[in-house]
């Protein structure tokens, strides 16, 4: 028995626990136990300023981005608000890069996942693990909303135990409570260099790797849309963001830069949650911590497949993407659009086994500023529509803070982080690439705007 389809023609299956466990959990991924190893490194103790710079970023966009969603729940979000308040060429352009970066993520993190379980079980080949894994969760998602909804709610559940486990674990280090630790006190933020090692530069450099770790912050908002209430999910998952980002990361970032020094080779070449865990005398650390990140990347595979084949869902409802990709089953779920988004995912994997390393190097550099696009998009809709409906005399309910001020600053910012990127060495590859998969996009999109056009003016005349 299906719960009553929403007016987008999906199920209303999501439950309040699944969106709040979503919101909670849903920025957690496996960069945050392995990869700020590699921040660390480069920035030093410094490394908060940059993810504190990067958090401020996303609880702005999300705000934006809640403010918009709040008054229009749409399963399609800022591809369709983009779409509204810029044009269709924005939202048709936005909607086909927002996808192509979840179908990228599928094959990585099931790739992730799989090596991590060949080390548990040598005798199984990895590709074996990925499509196993890929192959499951695809027909998890294709059954039911409330089964993706039911997956994330537990995955995230395990990702929130073992933070505030290592937070719990960390302050007892601090404090000298922990009997087993070798280590303790908060002196490595400033005895090894000083708090800003390597300079401005570095936490400059360091901010742009962090960005990228909080991407999928906005999943919420396309979730909501299945779920009753979606405004109020969305108000309480958009005003959580602040305390998430602060206890998740900086919090557990400051435990790991206190109790071991930023140069230690080991944190780039182990994960910063493994070195410390260690460094407390915390048995089978390696254990505890490949599991989570099992489940860390399990999870980011399970939300990548939900958030593409909702965005080409959407992008179908408007006529921009196949129209096959609309269809949904019994119990409203776009199984078409999962489909095809897991199918082009293989393709990917495919590339990258068959085709030159240069071309899978370039398909993932292809959606490197994918992230920054998406928010500087929320920011302009966000300005535009508060605008229209200023104009219009409507009541705007859930407001960005100090508009238009702040959202000005946002825009700003985001393009001159982009325009660094452009002139540094390291990210100069992404953004030419994203530049060029954009402009293919984009006129890829004017095409479509002007059969459609077409197809109008022929349908006028023939009435």
């Not at 749409?74 to 996808?99: E, P």
């Not at 909501?224 to 206890?247: C, M």
């Not at 196949?322 to 489909?339: E, I, L």
Request: aromatic share 12%; glycine share 8%; proline share 3%.
């Amino acid at each position: 028995m299906s719960s009553n389809p929403s007016s987008n023609g999906l199920e209303q299956g999501l439950k309040p626990r699944h969106v709040t466990m979503l919101s909670i959990a849903g920025v957690i991924g496996a960069g945050l136990f392995v990869g700020s190893g590699h921040a660390i490194a480069a920035a030093g103790p410094a490394v908060l300023l940059a993810y504190a710079a990067a958090g401020t970023l996303v609880v702005l966009v999300m705000r934006m981005l809640g403010e918009m969603a709040v008054a229009s729940p749409d399963t399609g979000s800022f591809s369709t608000y983009a779409d509204r308040a810029i044009g269709h060429w924005a939202g048709f352009t936005i909607g086909w890069l927002y996808w192509w970066f979840w179908v990228l993520v599928i094959p990585l993190e099931a790739n992730a996942a799989a090596t991590i379980l060949h080390a548990w079980f040598p005798n199984i080949a990895i590709w074996a693990f990925t499509l196993v894994i890929t192959l499951l969760l695809t027909a998890t998602n294709l059954f039911s909303v409330k089964n993706y909804g039911e997956f994330e709610f537990w995955f995230a559940l395990i990702k929130v135990i073992a933070i505030v486990g290592f937070i719990a674990l960390g302050v007892l280090a601090i404090f000298g409570f922990l009997p087993t630790s070798q280590v303790s006190g908060v002196s490595h933020l400033f005895d090894t260099q000083g708090f800003l090692p390597n300079g401005m530069g570095a936490v400059l450099a360091a901010m742009l790797t962090t960005m990228f770790s909080f991407m999928g912050t906005e999943i919420v908002t396309i979730a909501a849309a299945e779920s009753k209430d979606p405004g109020k999910q969305i108000s309480k998952a958009t005003n959580s963001v602040i305390w998430r980002i602060g206890l998740f990361y900086l919090v557990s970032i400051f435990i790991v830069v206190a109790l071991v020094p930023w140069n230690d080779p080991v944190l780039a070449s182990v994960g910063s949650y493994q070195t410390v865990l260690e460094r407390m005398g915390i048995p089978n650390a390696k254990l505890i911590v490949d599991i989570v990140v099992l489940v860390a990347v399990t999870s980011c595979l399970n939300s990548a497949l939900y958030t593409a084949s909702r965005m080409m869902f959407s992008l179908g409802k408007r006529g921009d993407a196949p129209v096959v990709s609309t269809r949904t089953n019994r119990s409203g779920t776009p199984y078409w659009a999962v489909m095809l988004s897991t199918g082009a995912a293989f393709l990917a994997v495919f590339a990258n086994y068959v085709a030159p390393a240069a071309v899978f190097e370039f398909l993932l550099a292809s959606s490197g500023a994918i992230a920054l696009l998406v928010y500087l998009v929320i920011a302009v809709s966000q300005l535009r529509m508060r605008q229209k409906r200023k104009a219009a005399g409507e009541k705007v309910e859930f407001q960005m803070w100090l508009f238009p001020g702040l959202t000005y600053a946002v825009i700003v910012f985001i393009v001159g982080v982009l325009t660094i990127m452009l002139f540094q060495e390291a990210h100069r590859v992404e953004i030419l690439a994203t530049g060029l998969l954009s402009v293919l996009v984009v006129a890829a999109g004017l095409i479509v705007s002007r059969r459609r056009k077409q197809q109008r003016v022929g349908a006028a005349a023939l009435n």
